[in-house]
Nanobody
């Protein structure tokens, strides 16, 4: 079983930046995918960005050019640098780890004011 600990959410004005951190612990397997989903009120959970162990990344079209995902495999940690934040980025952001099964973090609130 894998546990995920998230940090870095908060309140920021439009145009600002935040950095989310997610550290995995437990039964970590070598070739895995980590990343972030988000869920805004009244909307479905959507994939924001993901990164494989070999550093292949994938982004939602809505965040391309503004968000950057990276990982430190030695620390089993994934980061999401979010720049040029907009009110529509307001959501609860959930870290995930996938190796056969999918594990979720508890979520961290990101609120962008206009």
């Amino acid at each position: 079983q894998v546990q995920l600990a998230e940090s870095g959410g908060g309140l920021v004005q439009a145009g600002g930046s935040l950095r989310l951190t997610c550290k995995a612990s437990g039964s970590i397997r070598g070739f895995n995918t980590m990343g972030w989903y988000r869920q805004a009120p009244g909307k479905q959970r959507e994939l924001v960005a993901s990164v494989l162990s070999g550093d292949t990344t994938n982004y939602a079209d809505s965040v391309k050019g503004r968000f950057t995902i990276s990982r430190d495999n030695s620390q089993n940690t994934v980061y999401l640098q979010m720049n040029s934040l907009q009110p529509e980025d307001t959501a609860v952001y959930y870290c995930f780890y996938r190796y056969s099964l999918l594990s979720w973090g508890q979520g961290t609130q990101v609120t962008v004011s206009s």
